[in-house]
């Protein structure tokens, strides 16, 4: 297995008695988008902190880079860009400006730092707006200079806190899509923490789901799904026309299959077995294993018509409440 660029272990943060990260075990992949999902209060910003060495960890490790970040945060600072949730800029200086002064801090020569700067401002979509004063720029144009900022020193690996906080939504589009585009064709290694499953869904390679200082969950959304269940299950939507309490049987009694549920259960025009439905009729059938094949000849050999078949992946949405709902019900990591 490739070596981590993120390894947390056993990290745990106290503050007297409240524990605010608890015995955190976590491993980011080279070139992953890792999204740390979890409401307000979670421990998600006291993690990234503690990732770049700003807090030490009452107990276990945090390695980025191969560097432990408690010991050598100066070290983790060079390859690692961060942008925290709210971006502070000297306001009365131009876009540019601002970037070029991080380059000159992060020892970058002048030209080379104006070079870079103004290339970093056409790739986050500021190209006109370079001249113009940050306190006059959009929540929006704030976030994507924030992401020049951190991308200036080229570092291995960024760290966004909560990156999508107050931008509209097709701010939020770009943004995401440049950050997926950073990783896709740079091999940046990504961490962005959110409380917003959407946005988290829409660009996260893996989830983990962070309540109460802890991770209850962990992994790609395929493994999350299937974790839903309790085990490895496969459901499939099917849409019929004259559906049928028989048919329903005749699914139910398919080897595999753990339950058939029609959308709408006035579906059955008269009710009771041998029934004939109108229209059309969702049904989701849920099974260990996948025997989509096997449904769709059923169907058909009980006289009633297919129209649509699609397989089931719960969304990110789904998985959240489903978890929270559940409370704490222990780490289960992959
Ligand atoms: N310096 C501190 N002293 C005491 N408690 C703290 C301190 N910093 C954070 N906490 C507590 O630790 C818990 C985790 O806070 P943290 O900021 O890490 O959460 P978060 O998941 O980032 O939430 P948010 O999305 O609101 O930023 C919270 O209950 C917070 O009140």
């Known amino acids: 297995m490739e070596q ?21 075990n976590l491993a980011i992949r080279p070139g992953e988008i890792f999204g740390l999902l979890g409401p307000n209060g979670a421990g998600k910003t006291t993690t990234i902190l503690m990732m770049l060495g700003l807090t030490e960890p009452t107990s276990g490790t945090a390695e980025v880079c191969g560097i432990d970040a408690t010991r050598n945060p100066m070290q983790v600072k060079r390859r690692v860009g961060y942008m925290p ?9 131009s876009g540019l400006d601002n970037l070029v002064y991080t380059a000159r801090l992060n020892g970058i020569p002048a030209k080379d730092a104006r070079e870079r700067a103004a290339e970093l401002l056409e790739r986050v979509g500021l190209a006109d707006a370079a001249g ?29 806190d909560e990156p999508t906080l107050g931008i509209d939504p097709e701010g939020v589009r770009e943004l995401l899509a440049l950050i997926r585009d950073l990783s ?15 946005q988290v869904q829409q660009i996260c390679d893996r989830v983990g789901l962070f309540v109460g200082g802890k991770l209850i969950a962990c992994g790609d959304l395929d493994t999350l799904s299937r974790e839903l269940d ?6 499939v939507e099917l849409d019929v026309t004259g559906w049928n309490a028989e048919l329903a049987s005749s699914l139910a009694a398919l080897p595999e299959v753990n339950s058939v549920e029609a959308a709408d259960s006035d579906a059955l025009v008269g009710g009771g077995a041998g029934a004939k439905g109108r229209g059309i009729v969702t ?23 297919l129209v649509g078949l699609r397989p089931l992946r719960y969304g990110l949405d789904d998985i959240y409440h489903r978890y929270f709902e ?9």
């Open 85 to 93: 949730d709210d971006v502070g800029f000297y306001e009365d200086r």
């Open 132 to 160: 113009k004063k940050t306190g006059a720029y959009s929540r929006g144009m704030r976030q994507r200079l924030g992401l020049a900022d951190v991308l200036i020193k080229r570092p291995e690996v960024i760290i966004l």
């Open 326 to 334: 559940g409370g704490d019900s222990g780490e289960r990591v992959h």
């Open 184 to 198: 896709r064709n740079e091999g940046l290694t990504v961490l962005l923490s959110s409380h917003h499953l959407h």
């Open 230 to 235: 309790g085990g490895p299950s496969h459901a």
């Open 4 to 24: 981590a660029v993120i390894e947390l272990k056993r990290l745990t943060k106290q503050y007297g008695e409240f524990t605010a990260v608890a015995g955190l």
């Open 283 to 305: 049904v989701r059938v849920t099974s260990t294993s996948d025997v989509t094949p096997l449904l769709a000849a059923r169907v058909i050999e009980q006289g009633a018509s």
